[in-house]
Structure formats: C-alpha cells, structure tokens
C-alpha cells in the first residue's frame, strides 16, 4: 500500500493498493484521524455502486464498531441536484448524526461532490471520507476538497471546499468498471501528464488504457496533490487543474449531460489544443500529439456543437471575473499556462479550436 501525504489546511492521507475495501473500516480508524467520540458512520453511494461494493463496505464500518447507515442515490449526473441535497441532510438528520460523526462516500464524481457538500454544510461541518470507485473518482474529485452540485444555469455552481479526512483508492475497483466509464477517467489521466509530467505522458502515449496503474494513479494524485497544497482555495495554480474543463462543462451542459464528463474533458483539451495551435503558443506538432493520444484511448477529440452554443454557457461559467475568464492552454506536453481572456475573445478563440 501506498500512502500520500495531503498537507492542506486540514491534512489527511490518501492510501493506494489492492485489496483495501475489505479492510475499509480498520483502514478508517487507524488513518482517519477522526474524533474519539466518532459513533455513526453514514455511507452515501449510489443505485450501481451499491450492488458491488456498499454491503462489504458496510460490513466492514459494522465490524469496525461503527454504527452504520445508508443512503442510495440514483447514479448518474441528474442526481446531482438541490433536490437530492436536500434528501441527504434530511437522512442525516433523521438518523441523528452529530458533529463527532461522518459520513462515508463510495462511488465516482457524483457521490464525492454530493457527499462531501453535505458533509461541509450538516451542523455547519462533519468530516468524510472518500473511497472512489472510478478512476476518474481516484485520480480527480476524491482529492483536493472541491464539494458540490449542479444548478439549473450551470455545472457545480454550489459547493464548498471541505477536504476529506482520507481516501481509500483501491485499484481492485476499477477492474469492475465498464470500458466505457474506464475510458472517461483516461481523460483526466491524460490531463496530468499535459500539465506537467512528460514522462508520464509518453507511458500513456505508449500504453493506451493498458497503463501501468501502480505508477499512474499515485503520481497524478501526487500531482493533483502538489498544486492544491500550493493553492488549495483555488485562487492562483490550482486553475491550472481545469485544462479542458470550461469548454467541457458547456459541452455536458448542451447535451443535457448525455455527454460524460470525460469525454467532455477530451474533447475541450484537443478544441483548446488545436486554437493554441493556431495562435501560435504551441506548436502544430503539440497538438497533434495530444489529439492522437486522446484518440488511442478511444476518446472524442471533435465537438459537435458550435462556438456559439459553447461560448453561451461559458460566459456564465464560475471561473468568470467580470467580463474576463480564466482558461488553461498547452506550451508544450509538460507545461500549461492561465490565460485571462476578455470574453469578447473567447468566441473567436474557440472557433479556431473547432476548425
């Protein structure tokens, strides 16, 4: 097993291996730093998580010596929603948790930002934990504090920063995964190695989905871990964290989030690519390199939707600072940059990332 310091604010640890959910709940009492008087642990998953992984989890928080709970959501990204934030606390309160105890999220990004929001947000704040179960859930949303849900104007909208107190990321989990979900965390995979890994860049290059997750996942948490210590409030690098993001979240948001959230990554890191490209900050070559390593992993490096329905929903998007927004471009495979852009750019820029 593998463990990762987080020191922010409030550190916590990240623990990387095999054969962990079984152990779940020992692991959460020797590494969680929770309050002694810690009694009720509420386990927040979802209606497909729940068929695999939440009653050995569950088991596991019981033989622990917890009084245990459970809640289900209906997967998916229509769950992450007022309405099911509101269900959550009322279950919390129903079940009386106090402020010594927690709450449990096991699933992907959806469980984790709804889970965490609450946790921030019940009797004004309880710890949780997280133990993803996609990849994309191990190597993004699990770490770094970011909770929250989707409004009707826009994705994560609402939320707050409330880091967990550990995850548990059990590489054993993603075997159970689909192809096609396995795929959409290869995005934010490929993400880190843009940013600032060429190294691991070139194994994914190489590799294709039958990379060597031993090496990958920790260093991208390593990754995500350094930048979010650095800036853990989200005011400064830790911007850099959103390559892809902006465009993505107005792609999701226009296919009523038919398109997942990785596909939609791959797709806004080969649009701002290729505008990069043509702007002159990278070269041609850069951007071909990232389309071809999008494309190998089996994901969409083309958007159907034009720069017009994109740059609707952009302009509202939370990075927005008055009439400027931030967006994160490619160097070179290795080095990315924050660029404030006056959204009397962004549309023009985009146009020349969909060409």
């Known amino acids: 097993m593998k463990i990762i310091d987080v020191n922010t604010k409030s550190p916590y640890k990240v623990l990387c291996g ?11 009492k020797e590494y969680a730093g929770l309050n002694k008087k810690a009694e009720t642990a509420a386990l927040i998953t979802d209606d497909t998580v729940d068929r695999y992984f939440a009653d050995e989890i569950f088991d596991s928080l019981k033989a622990a010596g917890f009084r245990t709970v459970k809640y289900v959501l209906p997967n998916g990204e229509a769950s992450k929603n007022v309405s099911n934030y509101i269900k959550i606390l009322e279950f919390l309160a129903e079940k009386q948790l106090t402020r010594t105890d927690f709450i449990v999220a096991v699933g992907g990004g959806v469980v984790g930002d709804m889970s965490g929001f609450a946790a921030a947000t019940f009797l004004r704040g309880i710890d949780f934990i997280q133990i993803p179960t996609t990849l994309l859930a191990c190597v993004d949303s699990s ?11 826009g994705k994560n909208l609402a939320g707050a920063f409330h880091q967990p107190k550990l995850v548990i990321c059990d590489y054993d989990v993603l075997d159970t995964l689909p192809p096609e979900i396995f795929k959409d965390g290869c995005a934010e995979v490929i993400k880190y190695g843009i940013l600032g890994d060429s190294r691991l860049f070139e194994h994914l290059s190489e590799k294709g989905v ?13 990754m995500k871990r350094d930048v979010v210590v ?10 850099l964290l959103n390559l892809g993001h902006t465009l993505a979240h107005a792609a999701e948001m226009r296919s009523n989030y038919r398109l997942s959230h990785g596909r939609a990554v791959a797709i806004g890191m080969a649009v701002f690519a290729k505008a990069s490209a043509a702007e002159g900050l ?31 929903v952009m302009r509202k998007d939370k990075k ?13 495979i290795g080095k990315c940059i924050i660029r404030r852009m006056e959204l009397s750019e962004l549309k023009g820029f985009i146009e020349k990332g969909l060409e």
């Open 143 to 153: 770490v770094g504090g970011k909770t929250g849900m989707d409004l009707k104007a």
């Open 210 to 222: 039958d990379f060597d997750r031993g090496y990958v996942i920790p260093r991208c948490i390593e």
């Open 282 to 312: 990278c070269s041609e070559d850069c951007a071909d390199t990232i389309m071809k390593t999008i494309e190998k992993f089996g994901l969409p490096s083309h958007c159907r939707y034009s720069a017009d329905e994109l740059y609707d």
């Open 18 to 28: 095999e054969e962990l959910i079984e152990k779940s709940g020992i692991l959460i």
């Open 320 to 332: 927005r600072k008055g009439s400027s927004i931030s967006i994160i471009l490619p160097e070179y």
């Open 230 to 239: 650095e800036d853990e409030f989200d005011n400064g690098q830790r911007q």
